[in-house]
């Protein structure tokens, strides 16, 4: 095909719709669909192209005159960055508390900060707190307080920095356990400094040496072993030792030190959101830089708002919010992500226009993730891929990621399937694994990891199924079934008589009745024919019911002249002389 005409230039920001491109193209939508299908792509007219495969797709139809560009894109949230200035002022760390379960976080939040106390305080306050401040000696400490580690892995998946600390806790009378190692990893991903509360030493068992012995054959080496891990023992409910800790949160922060400028446009992230009766979005954002007020314009994400009331993080009204501070805000026209980096801005039309951007720049995001060239060549190279069983594999540590990946690879599918790994990694289930699995027959596996709600509601509404396991056997009987799902079936048949035909008295498209002598075996509704003349089958059949001088019986057997009704698919044109062989045919579904 050639379509030559007049020298057009065609801006992309990042991703068309096919819709876009065949309007700019001045195609028809289903010319360029048709176009799409052939390369194997199936798409619908709403689905986003990225730059590449809209630059192929162009080729192919032989628009030799059509320039593609990509569109300079004015300012979005993330196109905003601040190097700290020589003016920057310290900042109160924000510190995160992580560990296996049972290990004592909560206590140790509560023995800190005295929360039952100070939520009894705020009158009982509704609000869901996220963060908590304490104050010593005149110096802030923040501590967040989130749902699970997903929370964080949301956030880091954002690139943003959010905790400078993590102080990790660990039961001394039961070591190192898996959400142990998540959380060491977590820290170290997320570059910030680590502080181990070896916890619980009032229990009977408590080994503090061997639960340092088991920390450092994790890669954290305490100080007093000549490594660089500040370890304090604790007693979180029996209130031991906490001072130690917090002054050596100080300590580290102190080294770090932590600061931020003031004098920018206030800046941050949002650690939670919910929506509220009367009160609408109420959202709770950690400050990062400059000083955010009631008042000021907020952009987060695709939403934005003018900040009505501002709270502190124990429900009182707040004026005024420097770095490092927690706060809930209400304003936002809508709830912004949890994770989404805000910035404040001068006034509602650039708040509106900057969320108009970011929404763009989030959906060329996701159709880089959804059709890229990359697939593309991948659909063109592939050209029977029922057989291929795809999967991505996500798992909290490295070396349970690849215990998963060669096990799957053990399953003997006899050559007929293809286990195809799309991805793996560690850590949570998160967009880009939907996004990757979105094609047929993928499955992503979790192995001891999380699935965030906003994640397994896209999965939901993707059809991408998300299955996650602790135990590894487990997870490869699931694999197993899957892949056995795919064989083609066994089909069992088994001859069951024979009949001579006599006479036929109805060939109807649908429906023969006939008569004859059966000469082997038996006949019985339900039964399968072939129907055959000399030799050669000329069709098939059901029995539908068998009869003898006029009545239904349950069967015929060899030796006997009866009728048969049979339904047929086609018109069969059954003669006098044809023979009619029963027979059996079960579909079994095949193992592995
Ligand atoms: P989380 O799941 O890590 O938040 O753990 P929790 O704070 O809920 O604590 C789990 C259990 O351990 C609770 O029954 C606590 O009372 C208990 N616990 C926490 N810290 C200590 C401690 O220092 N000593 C003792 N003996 N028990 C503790």
Partial sequence: MEHNQEEKTIQIAGSITVDELAGALGLSVTELIGTLFKNGIVATINQRLDFETAQIIIDELGFKNVKLEKKNTATKTSDIHHELSDKAVSRPPVVAVMGHVDHGKTTLLDTLLNKKTVEKEAGGITQHISAYQLERDGRT????????????????????????????????????????????????????KIIVAINKIDREGADIDRTKADLSNHGLQPEEWGGDITMVPISA??????????????????????????????????????????????VNLLVTGGELKTGDFIVAGKTYGKIRTMLDWRGKPKGKAT???????????????????????NDEKTARKMALLNAQAAADESASANVTSTDLLRMMN??????VFNVIVKGDVLGSVTSVVDSLKMIDTHGEITLNIVSTGVGDINENDVYMAA??????????????????????RDNVPIRTYKVIYELLDDAKHEMENLLD????????????????????????????????????????????????EIGE????????????????????????????????????????????????????
Avoid at 548 to 562: F, I, P, R
């Fill in 237 to 282: 409910k029996l209130n031991q030792n906490l001072d130690q800790l917090v002054d050596m949160i100080l300590l580290t922060s102190d080294i770090e030190e932590l600061k931020a400028d003031i004098d920018i446009p206030a800046e941050g992230l949002v650690i939670e959101s919910h929506m509220e009766t009367g009160k609408g979005s109420v």
């Fill in 141 to 192: 400490i923040t501590f967040l307080d989130t749902p699970g580690h997903e929370a964080f892995a949301a956030i880091r998946q954002h690139g943003a920095q959010l905790t400078d600390i993590v102080v990790i806790v660990v039961a001394a009378d039961d070591g190192v356990k898996p959400q142990t190692i998540e959380a060491i990893n977590f820290a170290k991903s997320a570059n910030a």
């Fill in 541 to 592: 059949a059901e029995v539908s019911s068998t009869q003898k001088e006029k009545m239904d019986v349950k069967e015929l057997v060899a030796g006997e002249t009866g009728g048969l009704a049979l339904k047929t698919e086609h018109k069969t044109d059954l003669q006098i002389g044809d023979r009619l062989k029963f027979f059996t045919r079960e579909i079994k579904k095949r193992t592995l």
């Fill in 323 to 345: 770095p490092s501070t927690p706060v809930t805000v209400t304003g936002f026209k809508e709830l912004p992500d949890f994770g989404d980096r805000f910035v404040e801005v």
């Fill in 489 to 536: 079936a066994e089909v069992i048949e088994e001859d069951k008589g024979e009949m001579k035909v006599l006479g036929v008295f109805r060939t109807e498209k649908t429906q023969i009745i006939a008569g004859g002598e059966v000469l082997k075996g038996d006949v019985k509704p339900n039964y399968l024919v072939k129907i055959m003349r000399n030799k050669e």
């Fill in 439 to 460: 094609g047929e027959h993928t499955v992503i596996y979790g192995f001891n990891v999380n699935v965030p709600i906003n994640i397994s509601k896209m999965a939901a």
């Fill in 382 to 387: 592939t050209a029977d891929n029922s057989k």
